[in-house]
């Protein structure tokens, strides 16, 4: 197998997944919606939380924008290939609590978003089942301290930077992790992050090409098509190749 081969067929594998989490991160915004084909939310099934040692509160905080959603894979549509997956909600635009938490993270103060982020992390570091956690934006920083306080896998798209001291402000433990961190080129809070002192993003970084201004090209819907994109030129590679 060629240098290119294998490199295509590693990507693909991984932007599989990838774009899963892209779309669950994208469905907890409104999770009223149509659940994405494959997954079923089990935010309010009982017996499903306890497996994970989870609760309504990590769903949610009275009175805040904060949300998270937990969703259950189809094993008839991916097999053993997916994994449960918490999903944190990302910044609205026009929420003032979403950028307050924002910018308070950034700088070492207390953030109620952040502090339930970390709970729900230090919970899942005690379970032995399989689950995954992501979100976008704001959701992939809360992602991002889940991960840390866990050791499970994070998914982040455009993901607002973490302060290294965070996990354990809120009384974590940091815990080694695999948090993959996408993020559409020329993206407006990746740009930001680079060029002034807000903290990066946490973990391996996997550009995206995107288009239009850095504003639009910080919406999940560029991530998941950025994904697409990578996924199309890794299947002509390994059909023109293999």
Same mark, same amino acid.
């Given at each position: 197998?060629?240098?290119?081969?294998?490199?295509?067929?590693?990507?693909?594998?991984? +932007?599989?997944?990838?774009?899963?989490?892209? @779309?669950?991160?994208?469905? &907890? #915004?409104?999770? =009223?919606?149509?659940?994405?084909?494959?997954?079923? +939310?089990?935010?309010?099934? @009982?017996?499903?939380?306890?497996? !994970?040692?989870? /609760?309504?509160? /990590?769903?949610?905080?009275?009175?805040? +924008?904060?949300?998270?959603?937990? !969703?259950?894979?189809?094993?008839?549509?991916?097999?053993?290939?997916?994994?449960?997956?918490?999903?944190?909600?990302?910044?609205?635009?026009?929420?003032?609590? /979403?950028?307050? *938490?924002?910018?308070?993270?950034?700088?070492?103060?207390?953030?109620? #978003?952040?502090? @339930?982020?970390?709970?729900?992390?230090t919970k899942l570091r005690e379970i032995t089942e399989r689950i995954d956690i992501t979100g976008h934006?704001?959701?992939?920083?809360? $992602?991002?301290?889940?991960?840390?306080? =866990?050791?499970?896998? $994070?998914? =982040?798209?455009?993901?607002?930077?973490?302060?290294?001291?965070?996990?354990?402000? #809120?009384?974590?433990?940091?815990?080694?992790? *695999?948090? *993959?961190?996408?993020?559409? +080129?020329? /993206?407006?809070?990746?740009?930001?992050?680079?060029?002034?002192?807000?903290?990066?993003?946490?973990?391996?970084?996997?550009?995206?090409?995107?288009?239009?201004?850095?504003? =639009?090209?910080?919406?999940?819907?560029?991530?998941i098509d950025g994904i697409e994109q990578q996924k199309a030129e890794d299947i002509? &590679?390994?059909?023109?190749?293999?």
């Amino acid at each position: 197998m060629s240098g290119r081969v294998r490199a295509a067929a590693e990507r693909l594998a991984r +932007n599989n997944v990838a774009v899963e989490k892209a @779309r669950l991160s994208d469905h &907890v #915004y409104e999770p =009223s919606g149509p659940v994405p084909e494959g997954w079923a +939310n089990r935010s309010g099934d @009982r017996e499903f939380l306890d497996r !994970y040692g989870l /609760d309504a509160m /990590d769903f949610a905080i009275k009175g805040s +924008n904060f949300r998270a959603q937990l !969703y259950e894979p189809d094993a008839a549509v991916f097999g053993a290939d997916m994994n449960p997956t918490l999903a944190f909600k990302g910044t609205e635009m026009t929420s003032l609590a /979403d950028w307050s *938490n924002n910018v308070n993270q950034s700088v070492n103060i207390a953030s109620e #978003y952040y502090k @339930r982020a970390v709970r729900s992390g230090t919970k899942l570091r005690e379970i032995t089942e399989r689950i995954d956690i992501t979100g976008h934006s704001l959701g992939g920083g809360l $992602c991002s301290a889940a991960s840390l306080a =866990s050791g499970k896998d $994070c998914w =982040s798209f455009n993901a607002a930077g973490l302060h290294p001291k965070t996990v354990e402000h #809120y009384g974590g433990q940091v815990t080694p992790s *695999n948090i *993959n961190a996408y993020h559409v +080129n020329g /993206d407006i809070l990746t740009v930001a992050q680079t060029w002034t002192p807000l903290p990066g993003a946490a973990g391996t970084p996997y550009p995206l090409h995107g288009s239009g201004s850095p504003l =639009s090209r910080h919406f999940i819907t560029q991530a998941i098509d950025g994904i697409e994109q990578q996924k199309a030129e890794d299947i002509t &590679v390994l059909e023109t190749l293999s």
